[in-house]
């Protein structure tokens, strides 16, 4: 999991009160935040009172907080952890989530053949130790590490909800997707709760419910390349969706001359290079999430393919070039028209 710290601006610090159904208290706005995934989660929701807002807001952390514990790669206590400590060994029975996860990666990284890629751990250390250091890694340890990289060598058994990883060694990273299903799990907690109208942004990983009182939907902002230096000047307004955004914003590092970003091509075992931010609205967050890291490794070209070819994603990529930025699109992206106070950033 990645330890960025993704930088989310909320639009407003007033609470926007709202007229109920006669004889109810009107619907408030309320705003929490915790820092999990090594990134703050910020919750948004409309409630009745402080009490109702706070109750769900707990429930829906202690969600995410349970998923950072099975999914985490900080963590050697994490299930995800104990899953591979015994990777070539014999099939492990795992965790509804964490095989959830594990078949919507495994999904992907068979459609995208390989760009999106969970077993890239070996390579995903060395790389986080290059920007610690700010040195390349070494070849020969990059070559060694690249011998445990392949979606191939992981066994998922439906029926048996078993996964076996194939080499010895083997270390799965679930940075690329993990925050994007808390996001929608936690959701999900609000609206057992009896909270619907909510939004819950996981760093640059958003997943929105019903809109806020008398709104068309969440005011979501697409940070620029620029980002954090300039603020987002283009917004989205999203409803019962998700969406994330993946970039180099603030995790790379500069060698000779050279910006390398957090997102790996496990194909090569080199980090992307040059600058990119990859936007997509999917029908969830996981799917937004995933997609995203997936898509910034495909590049623009196969990127654009990849998105026409999948169901109900819209993609907006902006990529750096010699001659200024060009941006690509794919589907309708759902711009916000009128102003609003609402809202949230997504990286
Ligand atoms: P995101 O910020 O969602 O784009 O995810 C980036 C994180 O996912 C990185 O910090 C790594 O932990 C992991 N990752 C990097 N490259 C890949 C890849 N090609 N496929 C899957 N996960 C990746
Ligand atoms: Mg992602």
């Not at 909270?195 to 806020?212: E, F, T």
Request: with cysteine.
């Amino acid at each position: 999991m990645n330890l960025g710290q993704h930088s989310l601006a909320v639009f407003s610090l007033l609470t926007i009160l709202a007229c109920g159904a006669d004889g109810e208290a009107p619907l408030a706005r309320f705003k929490f935040a915790q820092p999990h995934m090594g990134t703050i989660f910020r919750i948004v929701v409309y409630a009745r009172n402080v009490r109702a807002a706070s109750r769900a807001s707990s429930a829906a952390f202690n969600r995410i907080a349970a998923l950072d514990n099975t999914m985490s790669d900080y963590q050697s206590s994490s299930e995800l952890m104990a899953l591979c400590r015994r990777a070539g060994g014999p099939p492990v029975p795992v965790s509804e989530d964490l095989f959830r996860v594990l078949e919507k990666s495994q999904e992907l990284a068979g459609r995208t053949h390989g760009a999106f890629d969970i077993t890239c751990g070996p390579v995903v250390r060395l790389w986080r130790r290059a920007r610690r250091r700010s040195e390349l890694p070494d070849p020969q340890e990059l070559a060694e590490a690249r011998k445990l990289v392949g979606y191939t060598n992981v066994r998922l058994d439906n029926k048996r909800r078993t996964v076996q990883l194939l080499k010895s060694g083997m270390l799965l990273d679930l940075g690329g997707i993990a925050k994007g299903y808390a996001a929608d799990q936690a959701l999900a907690v609000l609206k057992k709760q009896g909270i619907a109208s909510a939004l819950v942004a996981a760093g640059g990983d958003i997943a929105v419910g019903a809109p806020p009182p008398g709104e068309e939907g969440w005011r979501i902002g697409i940070e620029p390349l620029e980002s954090p230096a300039k603020p987002p000047n283009r917004f989205l307004m999203l409803r019962d969706q998700g969406v994330s955004t993946s970039g180099d914003s603030e995790q790379y590092v500069e060698i000779g001359g050279k910006r390398y970003s957090h997102i790996i091509d496990p194909r090569t075992g080199m980090a992307l290079t040059g600058r990119s931010s990859v936007t997509i609205i999917a029908d969830d967050a996981t799917t937004s999430d995933a997609t995203a890291t997936a898509i910034s490794v495909l590049g623009p070209d196969e990127g654009l393919a990849f998105a026409k070819s999948a169901h109900h994603i819209i993609l907006f990529f902006v990529a750096a070039t010699e001659r200024g930025d060009r941006s690509y699109e794919w589907g309708s992206l759902p711009f916000a028209v009128s102003e609003s106070s609402e809202g949230a950033a997504t990286k």
